[in-house]
């Protein structure tokens, strides 16, 4: 089974300041999700990556397959992006559906 | 844009009863999950379905069923709820080895 770290747990920054969440992994995957869930419990998917770089808008997803590690990056952070950040990787063959999740990350952005 | 509806946001039961957790979604989508998310403890898989009347067992299946008569609607049971199963319950769907998309949530506390 696949371990999934993430870190920092809590994360608090100054509006406009760089962010970095980073999600480390056990096992090799076929992909790895990237999730935020505001106060109230839905949660919306940001990325899905199995190589490379992905960019929507101020957020940037990396992933390093051989290092089986990946960050998720906010530039110029608003008060908005306050949420917790959720990384889930899904095995690595066809067909398996199934994800493991990390904890989150909790990331408050203060104005 | 995709929907997953679940059929209540909050919901108190008392212990022993029989509950039922009902969630729609409206693409079409093979895969739909059950998961549950309790503080310290991330998102953990219930069941898995991948087609009608098909079901997999998740991590922690103990306590529950699933009923999916149609490919639209999948539904998790509590036969007879206790109070640990007092959590947050989020259904998803997807298509194979895509994102996946998430009900709000249900709130469930078992008194």
């Known amino acids: 089974k696949n371990e999934v770290e993430q870190s920092p747990q809590n994360l608090t920054a100054q509006e406009g300041e760089f962010i970095t969440i980073n999600c480390s992994y056990s096992v090799g995957i076929s992909a790895l999700h990237w999730l935020q869930q505001h106060p109230g419990g839905g949660i919306v998917s940001l990325f899905m990556l199995s190589s490379g770089k992905k960019k929507h808008g101020r957020l940037i997803a990396t992933i390093n397959i051989q290092e089986k590690h990946s960050s998720l990056h906010i530039t110029a952070s608003h008060p908005r992006d306050s949420a917790v950040y959720i990384c889930a990787v899904r095995g690595p063959n066809f067909g398996n559906e199934k994800l493991t999740f990390g904890t989150g990350t909790r990331l408050t952005i203060i104005p | 844009d995709v929907k997953v509806t679940q059929s209540s946001r909050y919901l108190v039961k008392r212990t022993g009863e029989k509950v039922f957790l009902e969630c729609v979604q409206d693409?079409?989508?093979?895969?739909m999950f059950w998961y549950r998310q309790d503080p310290g403890l991330g998102l953990r898989l219930i069941y898995f379905s991948y087609d009608v009347k098909m079901k997999e067992k998740g991590d922690i299946p103990e306590g529950y069923s699933v009923s999916r008569e149609k490919k639209e609607r999948f539904s998790l049971i509590l036969e007879s709820a206790s109070t640990n199963q007092t959590s947050m319950y989020l259904c998803?769907?997807?298509?194979?080895?895509?994102?996946?998309?998430f009900g709000q949530g249900t709130r469930l506390t078992v008194v």
């Open positions: 693409m079409d989508h093979e895969n």
């Open positions: 998803a769907s997807s298509r194979v080895n895509t994102e996946a998309f």
